[in-house]
Nanobody, 126 residues
């Protein structure tokens, strides 16, 4: 099993920045990649970004491309999501996800991921 814990959410004004972190523990050697999703009230959970376990490849949704950057932390089992130029429409609960063999960096469906964190709230005020 793998456990994921997100941190770093909060309230920020439009145009500001936040950095989310996700710490993975447990059988992390089974992981092929990680991703970030978000879910706004009344909406479906949507893909935000994905990264290979090595950190060498990343993918982003069109809505966050050029504003968000996913990266690996100094601790190999930690990933970050740097969010710049935040907009009110970025307000959502952000979830970290991870998956094993076969997970594509571009995997955008919830069913492609095996493990999920509890989520962290990001609120962007206008």
């Amino acid at each position: 099993q793998v456990q994921l814990v997100e941190s770093g959410g909060g309230l920020v004004q439009a145009g500001g920045s936040l950095r989310l972190s996700c710490a993975a523990s447990g059988r992390t050697f089974t992981l092929y990649g990680m991703g970030w999703f978000r879910q706004a009230p009344g909406k479906e959970r949507e893909f935000v970004a994905g990264m290979s376990w090595s950190g060498g490849r990343t993918a982003y949704s069109d809505s966050v491309k050029d504003r968000f950057t996913m990266s690996r932390g100094n601790a190999r089992s930690t990933v970050h999501l740097q969010m710049n130029s935040l907009k009110p429409e970025d307000t959502a609960v952000y979830y970290c996800a991870a998956g094993g063999p076969g997970l594509r960096v571009e995997a955008a469906r919830r069913s492609e991921y095996d493990y999920w964190g509890q989520g962290t709230q990001v609120t962007v005020s206008s």
